[in-house]
Structures are given as structure tokens and as C-alpha cells.
């Protein structure tokens, strides 16, 4: 387990979150890091695209079982899963977003979270595509 002093890493914590969307076969996941972004609310927004209700309920489910399982850890706030357009899973210095596609597309993070350094994960492997920090 990755920890600082006792505390689970916000770094560690952002990558199970990953694991927990790459486990139900999530898609577009990216994850931002937020650090050097000035006003930021959080270390890490990780994002993710479900196919269905049925999928978004899946990875959110997994999100919140793996975080927990590894870090024994529950969610500070968690919205969104009646509707299942847009789950929000807070875990404090991460945030797990898990979208239907049409709301990812309107919210469009990525461009409103545009300074933040952004890495694509595609099939458990990390590849950065911006870095303007």
C-alpha cells in the first residue's frame, strides 16, 4: 500500500480509483492532476465514460468497493446515483467521475480543467498527452 506517514497518498488513491474503471471495462478514462493548479479542490479528478445505466451503476459500485478494499475508505459525498448521467464519488483529494456520454460531452471537464496536467489510461497503461504545468 502507498502511504506517506501513515496516510494513503492522493497519488495511490487517484490510481485505484483507475483500477476500479478499468475493472468494469470503463472507456475515455483520464485522470487529472491537479496539484499545480491554483484554486483546485482536489489533487485528482479521475474521469470516466459508462455505455448504460446498468454500466455507470457497475464502475461506480467497483470505484467505491476497490477504493475500499485498499485503503479502507469510504466516500466523504457521493451523487447521482438514481439519475446515473453523471456519479460524483469524493474521496476529499480525489474525485471519481463516472459519466454517460452525453453528459461528459456538455460538462466538457477537460476544458474547464484545462491547466491541469491530463494522462489517458488505456487498457492499465498510463500515457500523458498534456502537460502544461
Known amino acids: ?10 497519488k ?13 471495462k470503463a472507456t475515455d478514462i483520464q485522470v487529472f492532476d491537479l496539484r499545480a493548479v491554483q484554486h483546485s479542490i482536489a489533487d485528482f479528478f479521475v474521469l470516466c465514460s459508462g455505455n448504460s445505466d446498468i454500466h455507470i ?6 470505484i ?5 478494499d ?5 466516500p466523504w459525498h457521493k451523487e447521482g446515483y438514481l439519475i446515473k448521467e453523471w456519479v460524483l464519488i469524493d474521496f476529499v483529494d480525489v474525485v471519481a ?6 453528459k461528459r460531452a456538455f460538462y466538457d471537464l477537460e476544458k474547464l480543467w484545462a ?9 492499465s497503461v498510463e500515457q500523458n498527452i498534456k502537460t502544461n504545468v
Open 1 to 10: 500500500m502507498k502511504k506517506i506517514g501513515g496516510q494513503v497518498t492522493s
Open 57 to 62: 451503476d457497475s464502475i461506480s459500485q467497483t
Open 97 to 102: 467521475h463516472v459519466f454517460n456520454k452525453e
Open 12 to 24: 495511490a488513491l487517484s490510481e485505484w480509483v483507475s483500477q476500479g474503471m478499468i475493472e468494469k
Open 64 to 68: 467505491e468497493k476497490y477504493v475500499f
Open 115 to 123: 491547466d491541469a496536467k491530463i494522462s489517458i489510461l488505456k487498457d
Open 70 to 74: 485498499k485503503a479502507r475508505q469510504k
